[in-house]
């Protein structure tokens, strides 16, 4: 995941030690702990918020590590509006949420 997600420009890559590890506890999160389920996603993001050395948001799992400004910023920030589709057609609808945006952003970093 840090291997997608870093930019190929060294110099473009977070440099102080608390960008670094909000990147990699970012990775960590959803490379070793997206499979989990919820409770046990508790324990995991409780686990790594006890080993970080920086400040971090209350749930891991609710932010997105956003490499051109070196911020987790909330899933739900990027959630876009609903716009319903042109021609009607019902299989043709999907309704942006949290889940869909977070899961497609992982998959397109694959």
Sequence with gaps: MIDSILPEDVDAAPQEFNY???LFLFCITWSCGGALIEKD???FNSFLSGTAQTMLPHNLYE???D???QKLDLWSSRVKEYIPPVD?????ILVPTM???RY???LMQV
Excluded: G, P
């Excluded at 009607?88 to 043709?92: G, L, M, T």
């Design 20 to 22: 670094l590890e909000k």
């Design 41 to 43: 996603r508790e324990v």
């Design 63 to 65: 932010n997105v590590y």
């Design 67 to 69: 490499i051109k400004t």
């Design 88 to 92: 009607d057609r019902y299989a043709s």
């Design 99 to 101: 889940d869909t945006t």
């Design 104 to 106: 497609a952003w992982l």
